[in-house]
């Protein structure tokens, strides 16, 4: 069975940083699309950035642009999101997913729900408050 696990998350001031990761396990992240995904109480879950499996192109929703960066680490079979200059608003529970079907990364992310063959982890809970 596919597995993800997301890590990283926690309680930091506004204006700071957090960096989640996503590591795989029984199988090679490589070739998949990953996409981080975020949903705070009472609101629909969003797709954050995504990135390519064929070609490590990169999406972000608007709101996270010049602030978040993903990348991927094969070596590691992992998935980083480096979160810069945090907002109240970003509060959320983070989650990440694999995805072989789905054909970009903006595609990914901007589906409604995420992509509904993927393989989830379990989340991470990332609060930014003073």
């Known amino acids: 069975q596919l597995q993800l696990v997301e890590s990283g998350g926690g309680l930091v001031q506004p204006g700071g940083s957090l960096r989640l990761s996503c590591t795989a396990s029984r199988f090679a992240l490589d070739n998949y699309n990953i996409g981080w995904y975020r949903q705070a109480p009472g609101k629909e879950r969003e797709g954050v950035s995504c990135i390519s499996g064929a070609d490590d192109s990169t999406y972000y929703t608007q709101s996270v642009k010049g602030r978040f960066t993903i990348s991927r680490d094969n070596a590691k079979n992992t998935v980083t999101l480096q979160m810069n200059n945090l907002k109240p608003e970003d509060t959320a529970v983070y989650y990440c997913?694999?995805?072989?079907?789905?054909?970009?990364?903006?595609?990914?992310?901007?589906?409604?729900?995420?992509?509904?063959?993927?393989?989830w982890g379990q989340g991470t809970q990332v609060t930014v408050s003073s």
């Open positions: 997913a694999a995805d072989r079907w789905i054909t970009t990364a903006q595609a990914m992310c901007v589906m409604t729900g995420g992509p509904p063959q993927g393989t």
